[in-house]
């Protein structure tokens, strides 16, 4: 259906995409992974046309219809939630005239019994299907239907896009992409902002949908059970399975292990037989052995190794100065925002170095909670204080609005940074693996994980004592997640944390502020004490059961499989293994003495034959001659051998 042929894409000197070809069939559902930065949206936007490669072409049939959700997005604040969705049937028009077109090109036809002219036909029944189905139904009704189950009420419909968090307005526009029923869905991180029932519905209703799908996401779970393909972008090349992700990621390793191997296997043919080459150069008796094996080595097709792509951040958070016991104190703190009662009469302290994470569903106010500790909002009854020589850093779920788009990587830190950290932005933004080049990079063109890299680095130019983050993890990869939490681990300050991943919460957070009922209420201990005082083995039983405490399922990924060192030998097998070694290198000694010896002696004879010395025996010295020849070449082999 979409065939992608000689892709190249190149920003300046940096190539992203180098000459990659890929297929996309009717009914494919493709996963599209890689690490942040490696291309993956930069790929659905030159799907969806929004973005012209460098070189190469994208076929795809003229009347395709592409739902494409982007990973950020503008949108219009001044529309109701409901007015938004319904634009997604404007394009019931422009179904209409492909129908029309189609009509015509049917009846203008003979043809009757060639491939073009029955695919003319299933695409015009398509169309004529897609639109009986936008007019059959109640667009209102498939609307809210869609709504709904991305998590809004009723009465929510109603509401100005501006007074909705991003989160919220994403899953607007995901209502509009998917009450489109395109063709092919291309969707860019959809689950970032979703909680568990959302996802769940979202997997159900995506399981249903009949066209081709192409999704980023660093879910796993959810990638397993939606696509079917997995294409991972790496270092500018494709790397296509016909598997879903977990699956995939174990034919990845099994294809680093074989390369490994067959390099490994190669390498040391190699060295053996330059070894040979570099031992015999000189000896005439085997120049043509050394000729062919010259021959040899010139004709080997040399096995590459890829390159994997490992590249981690380096994150530390600089020791601040102490702050006081009592870090915030709420007190009958209540939040409304026009009618609706966020949460009322909340009493809460944390104290220094403690880490809190803020636990509830979307909605419940954790994010709102945050801007009242940083005083970006007041609350309607109540008081917040901060404590004594608090010095608060604070990472808000919305970067992609709070960073200035045309601003450069560098010219964002310079405009923050004061004091001596101004001499080291280079060497900071390289440890967020911002590398020569990329810190003129507009932030505007700066993918999802990047611009949170850039968020994060903010935070690392002043010493804090209190870190808020909200939503942190959203948008980066796997490695840089772990990276942070370890930084966090080791961080001495206090920390509040709001986070859907519970991977990521597992072992750093010690105490639970539940957001729930229009309440916060305090649990004492980590996240897996709190779910085991509720009885609950994991978060998805937790949340299933309708409007309790929400946290979007999470991502295991093959983290601690990553972490863990791979095939490391036991200490008895590496004595033994070092002692066979041992054993070997006599033998090869002895060996090569040996050689030495019959070389000598063969030298000997030689000089003997050639001078024509009347003392010497021939038929006696030949057949000596002979035989010596003929240990050398044994000894030669078993030499070989012992090289193996
Ligand atoms: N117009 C541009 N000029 C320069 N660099 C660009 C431009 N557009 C994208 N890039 C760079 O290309 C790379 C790929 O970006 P892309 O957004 O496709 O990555 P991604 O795989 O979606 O990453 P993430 O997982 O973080 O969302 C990034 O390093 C980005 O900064
Ligand atoms: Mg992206």
Redesign the pocket.
Known sequence: MISINNLSVS??G?T?FDQVNFHINDSDRIGLV??????????LRIIAGVVTPSSGQIQLPGDLTIGYLP?EMDFDKDKRVIDAALEAFSHVKELEDVIARLNFEVADRTDYESEGYHKLLVRLNDATERLSLYTSFNPMAQAEKVLTGLGFHRNELERDRGELSVGWNMRVELAKVLLRSPDILLLD?PTNHLDIESIKWLEEYLSGFRGALIL?SHDRRFLDVITNRTVE?MLGKIHDYKVPYSRYKELRKERFEQQRAAFDNQQKLIEKTEEFIERFRYKATKSNQVQSRIKQLDKLERIEIEEEDNSALNLRFPPAPRSGQVVVKAEGVAMSFGPKRIFSDVNLIIERGEKIAFLGRNGEGKTTFMRLVTKELLPVAGSITLGHNVSMGYYAQNQEELLDKEDTVLGTLDKVAVGDVRTRLRDILGAFLFKGEDVD?KVK??????RARLAMAKLILKPYNLLALDEPTN?M?LISKDVLKRALQSYEGTLILVSHDRDFLDGLADKVFEFKDGTVREHLGGLSDFLSRKNISTLEQLEDPGPGLQINDNRREELSENLKSEGALSYLQQKEAEREQKRKRSKIEKCEEEIGALEKKIMEIERLLSANDNRVSLPQTLEEYGLLKETLDKKLEEWEKLHD
């Not at 063109?445 to 990047?450: M, R």
């Open positions: 920003f300046g940096f992203l890689g690490r942040n930065g490696s291309g993956k949206t930069t790929m990973q991180e980023i972008i990079k063109v700066l993918s999802g994980g990047e948008h990869d």
